[in-house]
């Protein structure tokens, strides 16, 4: 079945998405290429590799370039589908997204996974957070939501179709002592989903939760 919305790990506030959706696997061929954005470690890399199977061409974007290259060779040697790689650090905020855009041109990008996410570098009271950390969980957790989902959302209205998962996180439901930043962070991907949901029905928006997990997700910066 549709492997976003039913992955056994996760939980969706989004419900009634899954009556959009054909249970058919044949869904898969209306979307011609996937996106994921910290995409060499855990959720994001489970996602890219997932819909590999199905027959989707994959974009992996991430930091760390040794590592995009192991991922996308890995895939490339298990399924017969175009793999790309972009390198890009989410802390640099806005400069990032020329090229990024520059990579996306000419390609029909049916699905998009907004994962690329920081904790911090060390849990502290916010008159001692450094403010190297401030920026970087701006930049990665707030603006990178936003960003991508600007350079992908005119190709998915022009044709009418598209997916769009935002992952996000627990803490953005309760107070979190020493990570009221990152907290802050996950309300407002909550919020900003929601009104991308109200006002762009056509496609399938969804919300991922992570339950708690040993998953590389907290200092990598993925």
Same mark, same amino acid.
């Given at each position: 079945?549709?492997?976003?919305?039913?992955?056994?790990?996760?939980?969706?506030?989004?419900?009634?998405?899954?009556?959009?959706?054909?249970?058919?696997?044949?869904?898969?061929?209306?979307?011609?290429?996937?996106?994921?954005?910290?995409?060499?470690?855990?959720?994001?890399?489970?996602?890219?590799?997932?819909?590999?199977?199905?027959?989707?061409?994959?974009?992996?974007?991430?930091?760390? +370039?040794?590592?995009?290259?192991?991922?996308? +060779?890995?895939?490339?040697? +298990?399924?017969?589908?175009?793999?790309?790689?972009?390198?890009?650090?989410?802390?640099?905020?806005?400069?990032?997204?020329?090229?990024?855009?520059?990579?996306?041109?000419?390609?029909?990008?049916?699905?998009?996974?907004?994962?690329?996410?920081?904790?911090?570098?060390?849990?502290?009271?916010?008159?001692?957070?450094?403010?190297?950390?401030?920026?970087?969980?701006?930049?990665?957790?707030?603006?990178?939501?936003?960003?991508?989902?600007?350079?992908?959302?005119?190709?998915?209205?022009?044709?009418?179709?598209?997916?769009?998962?935002?992952?996000?996180?627990?803490?953005?439901?309760?107070?979190?002592?020493?990570? +009221?930043?990152?907290?802050?962070?996950?309300?407002?991907?909550?919020?900003?989903?929601?009104?991308?949901?109200?006002?762009?029905?056509?496609?399938?928006?969804?919300?991922?939760?992570?339950?708690?997990?040993?998953?590389?997700?907290?200092?990598?910066?993925?």
């Amino acid at each position: 079945w549709w492997w976003l919305l039913a992955h056994p790990r996760l939980t969706y506030h989004n419900s009634r998405l899954s009556s959009s959706l054909s249970s058919s696997e044949s869904t898969f061929t209306h979307f011609i290429t996937l996106i994921v954005t910290g995409a060499t470690d855990g959720i994001g890399k489970a996602y890219a590799i997932e819909l590999a199977k199905k027959g989707m061409n994959i974009v992996l974007i991430s930091r760390t +370039q040794e590592k995009l290259e192991k991922v996308a +060779q890995e895939i490339r040697g +298990q399924y017969e589908v175009e793999t790309d790689i972009v390198r890009a650090d989410f802390t640099d905020g806005r400069p990032i997204y020329d090229n990024i855009r520059k990579h996306l041109e000419g390609k029909e990008i049916g699905i998009l996974v907004n994962n690329v996410g920081v904790v911090g570098s060390v849990p502290c009271l916010f008159k001692d957070a450094p403010e190297d950390d401030i920026w970087a969980l701006l930049n990665v957790n707030s603006a990178a939501v936003p960003a991508m989902i600007k350079l992908v959302l005119p190709g998915m209205m022009a044709r009418r179709k598209g997916a769009i998962v935002n992952i996000s996180s627990m803490a953005g439901s309760f107070p979190l002592p020493l990570f +009221q930043i990152y907290c802050g962070t996950k309300v407002g991907c909550f919020l900003f989903h929601r009104g991308t949901l109200t006002m762009h029905s056509q496609l399938l928006v969804t919300l991922s939760v992570p339950q708690a997990t040993g998953l590389i997700v907290c200092r990598s910066g993925l």
